[in-house]
T-cell receptor
Framework: EAQVTQNPRYLITVTGKKLTVTCSQN?????MSWYRQDPGLGLRQIYY???????DKGDVPEGYKVSRKEKRNFPLILESPSPNQTSLYFC????????????FGQGTRLTVV | GQQVMQIPQYQHVQEGEDFTTYCNSS?????IQWYKQRPGGHPVFLIQ?????EVKKQKRLTFQFGEAKKNSSLHITATQTTDVGTYFC??????????????FGQGTILTVHP
């Protein structure tokens, strides 16, 4: 089954404790991206990757890191989480950037206390 | 930077009434995509429009892309309770140096009362 898998689905952590949210897709998609969803703000792009070893900042990259060592995986790293990073996070992938639909993961609800 | 505004933010309708959400971009878009997110779920792709002035239909849903490729609309005829959710538009900016960025609108939350 074609899918985008995120882990964990739920996470409560403390300020400053490094964490990684994993994202994996099995569709051989080139383009992957991370979004955060906050009430009233819609989906805001954090980082995206056009292909392996090619990543770039989205609209809200501060406090986040990503890597794309393999085509299927695109982890999101929070080196020192802060409470303002409490949010619902979605990973998405698409065959190519333009003119192709994005497939979203199930989401990761992160709470930083 | 590019901004994509969506209105209204909320819409409450009685089942059977029509519903429209509007999407306006500050820059010309290469294409416009629409997604639906059910409560507690993840966004799911509905459709993509590419051409200026394009109109597409999916059963009770009608999607339009403006002539200037800066605005779009989604119209649902005779809403049903299964239409409940948040509708997002999204588009990559045409040209420029921000190739790769996809900007979403804030979404319209649709509630349908039976």
């Amino acid at each position: 089954e074609a899918q985008v898998t995120q882990n964990p689905r739920y996470l409560i952590t403390v300020t400053g404790k490094k964490l990684t949210v994993t994202c994996s897709q099995n569709m051989n998609h080139e383009y992957m991206s991370w979004y955060r969803q906050d009430p009233g703000l819609g989906l805001r792009q954090i980082y995206y990757s056009m292909n392996v070893e090619v990543t770039d900042k989205g609209d809200v990259p501060e406090g986040y890191k990503v890597s794309r060592k393999e085509k299927r995986n695109f982890p999101l790293i929070l080196e020192s989480p802060s409470p303002n990073q409490t949010s619902l996070y979605f990973c998405a992938s698409s065959l190519a950037h333009l003119n192709t639909e994005a497939f979203f993961g199930q989401g990761t609800r992160l709470t930083v206390v | 930077g590019q901004q994509v505004m969506q209105i209204p933010q909320y819409q409450h309708v009685q089942e059977g009434e029509d519903f429209t959400t509007y999407c306006n971009s500050s820059t010309t878009l290469s294409n416009i995509q629409w997604y639906k997110q059910r409560p507690g779920g993840h966004p799911v792709f509905l459709i993509q429009l590419v051409k200026s002035g394009e109109v597409k239909k999916q059963k009770r849903l009608t999607f339009q892309f403006g002539e200037a490729k800066k605005n779009s609309s989604l119209h649902i005829t005779a809403t049903q309770t299964t239409d409940v959710g948040t509708y997002f538009c999204a588009g990559p900016k045409a040209g420029g140096t921000s190739y790769g960025k996809l900007t979403f609108g804030q979404g319209t939350i649709l509630t349908v009362h039976p």
